[in-house]
């Protein structure tokens, strides 16, 4: 008899671990190979998005072996990666209209080519077709000094107007120049607002002033517009600096240092003093000019 019960009880067992373990097994998860990753940049006034997979190394070698040179790539893993732009940009001087597309790329070891395709449904290259190519570029890689893990797909060096867009992995890196609208929105602006009596501020002449310099535009212009900007609203700390930083872009460094010296009086007496010693670190400078 009680051979008999332990044989039942293992048939039983036997029983629930056949229907069971299945369902038991498929709720174990783990976390993928190569996790999702989505970045949003804001650029100008243009937002760029990308979507990708990032696969790590795990000791292999990656170019010229597990992606092989001079065949297209997905660039990632998995779904096909896709970027967006909200606005009309340049890539590498290229125009390129807002929207998405999937980016795809050809590694040589001299040379890259780098695909936009206008198909962003797309699992790697299953159902990829060159005719739906919308830019097709050349790039020369770098070769970097240090390890790059895990595949990575940024924009950096990000300017008012322009930025880079870099992808790198293993010890290989690629960049493009990506252009944006943002300096002819601006300078429109700049324009018309100016041409509006109503609106010349003290504070708009000095933001005019100050766009023209940190993008190297007409120095003249932009010392006017400052000049201006301190005759409306009188001699403010920030108005009396950013004229001292023209005064040095123009290479008048007894200049810029007198109206640094003038700048950091009224700093110290707002009991700004960070300020003050920003102005410090450039007097510093110019002195040694």
Same mark, same amino acid.
């Given at each position: 008899?009680?051979?008999?019960?332990?044989?039942?009880?293992?048939?039983?067992? /036997?029983?629930?671990?056949? /229907?069971?373990?299945?369902?038991? @097994?498929?709720?174990?998860?783990?976390?993928?190979?190569?996790?999702?990753?989505?970045?949003?940049?804001?650029?100008?006034?243009?937002?760029?998005?990308?979507?990708?997979?990032?696969?790590?190394?795990?000791?292999?070698?990656?170019?010229?072996?597990?992606?092989?040179?001079?065949?297209?790539?997905?660039?990632?893993?998995?779904?096909?990666?896709?970027?967006? *732009? =909200?606005?009309?940009?340049?890539?590498?001087?290229?125009?390129?209209?807002?929207? @998405?597309?999937?980016?795809?790329?050809?590694?040589?070891? #001299?040379?890259?080519?780098?695909?936009?395709?206008?198909?962003?449904?797309?699992?790697?290259?299953?159902?990829?077709?060159?005719?739906?190519?919308?830019?097709?570029?050349?790039?020369?890689?770098?070769?970097?000094?240090?390890?790059?893990?895990?595949?990575?797909?940024?924009?950096?060096?990000?300017?008012?107007?322009?930025?880079?867009?870099?992808?790198?992995?293993?010890?290989?890196?690629?960049?493009? #120049?990506?252009?944006?609208?943002?300096?002819?929105?601006?300078?429109?602006?700049?324009? =018309?607002?100016?041409?509006?009596?109503?609106?010349?501020?003290?504070?708009? $002449?000095?933001?005019?002033?100050?766009? $023209?310099?940190?993008?190297?535009?007409?120095?003249?212009? %932009?010392?006017?517009?400052?000049?201006?900007?301190?005759?409306?609203?009188?001699?403010?700390?920030? $108005?009396? *600096?950013?004229?001292?930083?023209? $005064?040095?872009?123009?290479?008048?460094?007894?200049?810029?240092?007198?109206?640094?010296?003038?700048?950091?009086?009224?700093? /110290?007496? %707002?009991?700004?003093?960070?300020?003050?010693?920003?102005?410090?670190?450039?007097?510093?400078?110019? #002195?040694?000019?």
């Amino acid at each position: 008899m009680i051979m008999k019960n332990i044989k039942l009880k293992w048939i039983a067992f /036997f029983l629930i671990a056949l /229907f069971i373990t299945p369902e038991f @097994y498929a709720q174990i998860k783990v976390p993928p190979l190569s996790p999702k990753s989505t970045l949003v940049q804001r650029v100008g006034f243009t937002d760029i998005t990308i979507n990708y997979s990032r696969p790590s190394l795990r000791g292999r070698v990656v170019f010229g072996e597990l992606v092989p040179y001079n065949q297209t790539w997905r660039t990632g893993a998995n779904e096909a990666t896709v970027i967006s *732009f =909200s606005d009309p940009i340049t890539l590498n001087g290229i125009s390129v209209p807002r929207g @998405y597309y999937s980016l795809f790329t050809v590694p040589g070891e #001299k040379e890259w080519e780098v695909i936009l395709n206008e198909n962003i449904f797309l699992t790697g290259l299953n159902g990829y077709n060159e005719s739906e190519d919308f830019l097709r570029l050349k790039v020369k890689p770098d070769y970097l000094t240090y390890h790059v893990e895990t595949l990575t797909i940024d924009i950096g060096e990000i300017t008012q107007t322009t930025a880079t867009l870099m992808i790198s992995w293993e010890n290989t890196m690629i960049k493009l #120049k990506i252009g944006t609208n943002a300096d002819t929105r601006i300078m429109n602006e700049i324009a =018309s607002t100016l041409d509006d009596p109503l609106s010349k501020m003290g504070n708009i $002449y000095y933001s005019s002033a100050a766009y $023209y310099l940190e993008n190297h535009k007409d120095l003249d212009k %932009a010392m006017e517009w400052v000049d201006k900007a301190i005759e409306i609203n009188g001699q403010e700390a920030t $108005y009396l *600096f950013l004229k001292a930083r023209i $005064y040095g872009e123009l290479g008048l460094y007894n200049k810029s240092i007198d109206s640094a010296k003038k700048a950091q009086k009224l700093a /110290f007496a %707002a009991n700004n003093s960070s300020f003050a010693e920003v102005v410090e670190k450039h007097i510093g400078k110019w #002195k040694k000019m």
